[in-house]
């Protein structure tokens, strides 16, 4: 069968066979049967140029033996006359013309579909990284939108639970303090759980196995980073913003930011003040690690450079340095991101890693080259430049090479290695 199983042998080829001479011999082998049946093993997944049953049959044969050293033309011998050799040929092209559309996808041609990418009114950060890291991808997951048929990975719900309980936390502040210190640590804990559980309740998470393993881990990392707020002790800055939203949307705080010709929306986690109107983002990743300041451009990673913009223009505060926290990371625990050299002191208790603290000028010039990066990548977006482009530029790691965890290979049909089960899991901003 179609699949390569044994079928049984069907009982109309005995039927017609006793209608034809001479009869077969019951003993022996049936010579009529032998010059009328064509044997193929599975190897074998076209006919041979010389036994195509049909034109389509035989152009499949004639592309499939194309360069296999035959001395003559295949469409020479099997199909000599011009009006075959024409169909045959016509055939070909075709599927040449087919081939080539499906291994480059892009640019874009159709002006509907431009036209549509061209009224995009704000773009925000995760879309950008997501175009950036590959355009294809992008396109597929952010335009097609093709419904996946497995349920979504667990770090992807983890991250929903674990980023509105920390909001609603924050916005609570048990014990009365802005942060959890020492003395109100239990307090932030046991109003945690209690949030825990009735996020998860909100979210249609029920009794299933797999649905309660993610909220004891959710629960399980919520403690673990309540407790290392808590060891860090007091400070000058201070959650100010939470889930702080700028954009088109009736519920955001701010407009829009304008950059370059394009807009930028998006929701901030949270950003911490200090008294004298500097300001530090915070971003959480339900992930195992986080991009160094020297690795932002070679991760796909704008989205706190552009929202250190935004507090600057949209808020008026002046942003010393923003951060990623990576909820699920065993080892390396320190936020990684940037932050300006001249106020690092105050921040020595996250643990700072010294490659990410910068001088002043390097600082402003990371700001830049994200602006920069992202004005071209909406350049793009509206040109309709899609194209198979996994990874950053040429010249950095990973430089067209497939994220482990992207799952349209059947879509994109870009040949890659096999990637371990494990290594699938993304992170996730999800909300």
């Not at 082998?29 to 010389?50: F, K, M, N, S, Y």
């Not at 396109?139 to 980023?163: K, S, Y």
């Amino acid at each position: 069968d179609a699949n390569g199983a044994a079928e049984a042998r069907s009982p109309l080829i005995d039927e017609v066979r006793r209608l034809l001479d001479p009869p077969p011999d019951p003993e022996g082998t049936d010579p009529v049967e032998e010059a009328i049946t064509v044997r193929r093993d599975l190897a074998q997944v076209v006919h041979r140029v010389g036994e195509a049953p049909s034109a389509d049959e035989l152009a499949r044969a004639v592309a499939a033996c194309s360069g296999s050293g035959v001395t003559a033309a295949p469409l020479d011998l099997a199909a000599p006359d011009g009006e075959t050799r024409a169909g045959v040929e016509a055939r070909l092209a075709a599927a040449a013309d087919a081939e080539e559309a499906s291994r480059a996808p892009g640019p874009l041609s159709s002006s509907a579909v431009l036209a549509a990418l061209r009224e995009v009114p704000a773009y925000g950060g995760t879309t950008l990284e997501e175009f950036d890291l590959c355009s294809y991808r992008w396109f597929v997951d952010h335009e097609l939108q093709p419904r996946p048929l497995d349920p979504l990975p667990d770090a992807i719900v983890q991250g929903g639970v674990m980023h509105e309980v920390l909001n609603r936390l924050y916005s609570e502040r048990p014990g009365g303090d802005p942060l959890p210190r020492p003395a109100s640590l239990a307090a932030w804990v046991d109003r945690g759980r209690e949030l825990v559980t009735a996020v998860a309740e909100e979210r249609a998470l029920g009794e299933r196995p797999a649905e309660r393993a993610i909220r004891r881990r959710v629960e399980r990392l919520l403690v673990r980073f309540l407790g290392e707020e808590a060891e860090r002790g007091g400070g000058v800055f201070e959650p100010w913003l939470l889930e702080a939203k700028f954009g088109d949307d009736p519920e955001s705080e701010q407009p829009a930011l304008e950059i370059g010709g394009w807009r930028l929306h998006g929701a901030i986690d949270r950003a911490d003040r200090s008294p004298d109107g500097r300001a530090l983002i915070h971003d959480y990743k339900m992930a195992g690690s986080a991009s160094p300041a020297a690795k932002l451009e070679e991760d796909a990673k704008l989205q706190l450079q552009l929202y250190m913009l935004a507090v600057r223009e949209r808020w008026g505060l002046n942003p010393i340095g923003a951060l990623y926290h990576p909820l699920r990371a065993t080892r390396e625990r320190s936020p990684r991101g940037l932050v300006l050299k001249d106020d690092a002191a105050d921040l020595a208790a996250y643990g700072l890693v010294r490659t990410d603290v910068l001088p002043e000028e390097e600082f402003e010039q990371h700001l830049e080259e994200a602006r920069e990066r992202a004005g071209g990548i909406v350049a793009r977006m509206r040109a309709g430049e899609i194209d198979r482009d996994p990874g950053p530029r040429a010249g950095l790691r990973n430089h067209d090479v497939c994220p482990s965890y992207c799952d349209f290979a059947p879509i994109c049909r870009r040949e890659r290695p096999p990637v371990a089960e494990e290594d699938q899991e993304p992170e996730s901003d999800e909300r």
